[in-house]
């Protein structure tokens, strides 16, 4: 992890150039120096930290995401990505425009989201963070109903403390991360009970039929 980084500085950096040149998809993620997991698994997850009622939406974001940190874990520098997906891309014009007008709001989260309580996210907590993370992704995967807004929130706390080195961020993850646990723990339980109370009215209306 790289001491310090800043979002809008290396915005600025990655759009720098000639308007008409375009920059990749794979040139965006290795500019990106460390953070580019972080920023593709954010960018995968932001659709289920609202309530959107799409089926299984969190399996089609949490798949992917999961290939995400096999890479990671592997050791990968960057995300390696499908040669046609790669080695797509925009105009610089385009995403400087886009960047002017994003500015103000970028400065808002860079004073909202930053380096600070840096031992959270460094050593043995990062390490250990590193596994909760994982375990949240693996939670949002499996096809649980009404089980994908408490990890996605947790997913997306985390995602920011690795981006900003960001304490505070880390410990909402961990709030989130327990809360994601009781609850999917919860569901788990009323499914089998559930199933069990099915099965005996099941069992029930056949001896009664016998």
């Not at 959107?52 to 089609?60: A, K, V």
């Not at 290939?67 to 990671?72: A, E, G, K, N, R």
């Not at 309580?117 to 096809?143: K, N």
Request: charged residues 15%; proline residues 6%; contains cysteine.
């Amino acid at each position: 992890m790289k001491d310090n980084f800043g979002l809008l500085e290396t915005l600025d950096r990655l759009f720098a150039g000639d308007p008409q040149s375009r920059l990749s998809l794979d040139g965006f993620l290795a500019g990106l120096e460390g953070r580019s997991y972080a920023f593709a698994i954010a960018a995968l997850n932001l659709p289920n930290c609202i309530p959107t009622g799409i089926p299984w939406l969190s399996t089609i974001t949490g798949l992917p995401m999961i290939f995400l940190l096999m890479q990671f874990f592997a050791g990968r520098p960057v995300p390696s990505l499908p040669s046609y997906i790669g080695r797509r891309g925009l105009p610089r014009g385009k995403l400087q425009r886009f960047l002017e007008r994003a500015r103000s709001r970028i400065q808002w989260l860079e004073n909202t989201v930053h380096a600070r309580r840096e031992w959270l996210v460094s050593g043995l907590p990062r390490r250990l963070l590193l596994a909760a993370w994982t375990l949240d992704v693996v939670i949002m995967a499996l096809p649980i109903p009404f089980d994908n807004l408490f990890p996605a929130w947790a997913i997306l706390f985390f995602c920011l403390a690795l981006i900003e080195d960001d304490g505070t961020m880390a410990v909402l993850g961990w709030v989130m991360t327990v809360v994601t646990i009781a609850w999917t723990a919860f569901l788990l339980l009323l499914g089998h009970a559930a199933i069990m109370a099915a099965l005996a009215a099941f069992r029930h209306t056949v001896a009664n039929d016998l």
